[in-house]
């Protein structure tokens, strides 16, 4: 078995259903592979190792592209952004959005959603804080990941996946991989891929992965779906210095 690293931003659905259905299904067994996760959030992209390393956050893979540094994504998860915005106010033009840290994929991506109305976005830590706010009258409205359940005393008032598309999460890989690694990037392609036909087959794999590994009701996975892609090539530009979808088989 070959030991290989999984960097997170973040443990929910959006980021890592994927890698949990490989997981649990022995998709990664099968092609040779023992994954192990590590949290990412704080380390700097120019000290994320190259070598039998991915990471499945693209769009923190993205930024870091514009940063300077050679990600490549090459396979897509997710192409439709899963993040909520529930509040308190009838029109987010003018109100105050409980969201991300400035700068964040996240961030950028709500901001780009809201691109043509003024609102005032105050970054919080996490979806509990940002609820928290909410309820307590600070701001009219927070942004929630897949992590959270939906509230039901609150009114969702968008998802960002209805207003834009982006890669947001799948594989990224450093540049050398690509060169030097090309057999183990195929493999875990191939194990995801594997997982994306579970996700759209509406098994009972993908739902008790919901359940178990998540803590999220079945429910929640089916409007979950339909963010994910079938075969890990999005519906999005591509843009040659940022995508290699060449191992997809």
């Excluded at 961030?107 to 976005?121: G, P, T, V």
């Excluded at 942004?143 to 982006?166: C, Q, Y």
């Excluded at 036909?197 to 996975?221: K, Y």
Aim: include cysteine; charge should be negative; aromatic fraction near 6%.
């Amino acid at each position: 078995m070959t030991d290989i690293t999984c960097g997170i931003r973040a443990y929910d659905p959006h980021e890592l259903l994927c890698h949990a259905i490989a997981d649990r299904l022995g998709f990664y067994a099968e092609e040779g592979l023992a994954v192990v996760l590590r949290d990412t959030t704080f380390t700097p992209d120019s000290e994320l190792p190259t070598a039998r390393y991915f990471q499945v956050a693209c769009g923190a893979a993205t930024v870091g592209r514009r940063a300077g540094h050679p990600w490549k994504i090459v396979f897509a998860a997710v192409d439709r952004p899963m993040f909520w915005v529930y509040g308190t106010v009838e029109d987010l033009d003018g109100a105050r959005i409980a969201g991300y840290p400035p700068g964040s994929p996240p961030d950028l991506l709500l901001r780009k959603a809201l691109a043509s109305i003024e609102a005032e976005i105050t970054p919080s830590a996490t979806d509990a804080m940002r609820l928290g706010l909410v309820r307590a009258g600070a701001v009219g409205a927070a942004v929630l990941s897949s992590a959270a359940h939906p509230p039901t005393d609150l009114e969702r008032l968008l998802f960002v996946g209805d207003v834009l598309r982006a890669v947001t999460t799948g594989i990224a890989v450093h540049e050398r991989a690509l060169t030097e690694e090309p057999e183990l990037v195929a493999a875990l392609v191939r194990a995801h891929q594997r997982a994306l036909v579970v996700i759209h087959s509406d098994s009972d794999e993908a739902a008790s992965a919901m359940v178990d590994v998540f803590g999220l009701p079945t429910e929640r996975l089916d409007e979950m779906r339909g963010c994910f892609t079938r075969t890990g090539r999005p519906n999005v530009a591509n843009d040659p210095e940022l995508f290699d979808f060449s191992l997809i088989p």
